[in-house]
């Protein structure tokens, strides 16, 4: 990850309709930043590849999971924008469709650099590939989503301070 000195390094998250997946990422990766104390290094966002929850708040049952660790997720959809490339440094997605969506959008070859897989930071869950989309499963899927998202936040987490220096 290239970090410019003084400058807070920006990540979007993505996922289909950002009421799961992106907005529990959001989340992990703010409790993460607080715990760290890493505000001055890191900014996070979400969106949806489709818009059509935008200005909604999280599913229920994601927001009742992410309660019981102690995260609150307040953010309301919204869908991805071309601008978006522009305003972060790394746009990450949930999975091989996000991605493939992702690079529809990117205008260019510079701004499609931009866009990586989740997995790729995976430590304890290399055998994953993606985050699965919970949202026509049951608890245990959600409660998946945010194993997964915690072991890739801590790696993304980690790397960035590495860069740091800190």
Do not use: W
């Not at 799961?20 to 760290?36: N, T």
């Not at 200005?55 to 601008?83: C, F, I, N, Y």
């Not at 992702?102 to 430590?123: N, P």
């Amino acid at each position: 990850m290239e970090i410019k000195k003084g400058q807070k390094y920006k990540i979007l998250f993505v996922c289909l309709g950002n009421i799961c997946r992106s907005p529990a990422a959001q989340g992990v990766m703010e409790q993460i930043i607080e715990e760290e104390h890493l505000g001055d290094l890191i900014e996070v966002d979400s969106a949806g590849i489709l818009g059509y929850h935008s200005g909604e708040l999280p599913d229920k049952r994601m927001r009742v999971h992410a309660r019981m660790r102690g995260l609150e997720l307040t953010h309301r959809s919204r869908q991805v924008k071309h601008e978006d490339f522009e305003k972060f440094d790394k746009i990450i997605g949930m999975d091989d469709a996000n991605l493939d969506d992702l690079k529809d959008i990117a205008f260019t070859l510079e701004e499609s650099k931009k866009i990586v897989g989740i997995s790729k930071y995976f430590r304890l869950h290399k055998g994953h590939d993606c985050i699965p989309d919970p949202y026509y499963g049951g608890s245990e899927g959600f409660e998946n989503v945010l194993d997964l998202l915690d072991d890739a936040c801590r790696t993304i987490a980690d790397e960035i301070k590495e860069n740091k220096q800190l």
